[in-house]
């Protein structure tokens, strides 16, 4: 089955570095790759689409320079966290869908946990 | 993975008219949530209720949550075009952060 993969898989940066997380469909390539972040028993918010090469779209309210994104090919997906502050830390999940005609089903990374101290 | 159940599959109504998905699982949740996938977009998070309320509502949407069954329903009143899309219900356990996703249902309004 398709697989996607995420690194790292946590991470506990100090308060105004920058963090990156990749993000890789394994056995599939993918045009289009989801970003999310889910706080501690909430759900998942769509944060912005990764669209391979070119811009990513972004959910209303997300900071784009903030969570730079970058799909440089078609199993490459990172998500950069710019100058991280604590309320930055949660849980970092990004998804794919195979390119593949008709194919909607999404697989998910299993996820970046983000501690800023 | 997917380990809960939805039901239907699929439904296919008359714009104006009421849509129930169901979604069923199998172990004691913190909380469950509802999710809408559009064509070729990412998940949109709807509802979210936890386990230890029953009833739910935002603006055309009413989500149930019945814990002694197990189930939950997404109700869509005055179904509009606009909501043909793909409903997922996911639980979300108490001892972690992963989501339990259901297989969906794909709902088409007819205009």
């Known amino acids: 089955g398709a697989v996607v993969s995420q690194h790292p898989s946590w991470v506990i940066c100090k308060s105004g570095t920058s963090v990156k997380i990749e993000c890789r469909s394994l056995d599939f390539q993918a045009t289009t790759m989801f970003w999310y972040r889910q706080f501690p028993k909430q759900s998942l918010m769509l944060m912005a689409t990764?669209?391979?090469?070119?811009?990513?779209?972004?959910e209303q309210g997300v900071e784009k320079d903030k969570f730079l994104i970058n799909h440089a090919s078609l199993t490459l997906s990172t998500l950069t966290v710019t100058s991280a502050h604590p309320e930055d830390s949660s849980f970092y999940i990004c998804s794919a869908s195979p390119n593949i005609a008709g194919e909607e089903t999404q697989y998910f990374g299993p996820g970046t946990r983000l501690l800023v101290l | 993975s997917q380990q809960g159940e939805e039901d239907p599959q699929a439904l296919s109504i008359q714009e104006g008219e009421n849509a129930t998905m169901n979604c069923s699982y199998k172990t004691s949740i913190n909380n469950l949530q509802w999710y809408r996938q559009n064509s070729g977009r990412g998940l949109v998070h709807l509802i979210l209720i936890r386990s230890n309320e029953r009833e739910k509502h935002s603006g055309r949407l009413r989500v149930t949550l019945d814990t002694s069954k197990k189930s939950s329903s997404l109700l869509i009143t005055a179904s509009r075009a606009a909501d043909t899309a793909s409903y997922f219900c996911?639980?979300?356990?108490?001892?972690?952060?992963?989501?339990?996703w259901g297989a969906g249902t794909k709902l088409i309004i007819k205009p």
């Open positions: 990764s669209n391979e090469g070119s811009k990513a779209t972004y």
């Open positions: 996911a639980t979300l356990m108490d001892s972690n952060y992963q989501l339990i």
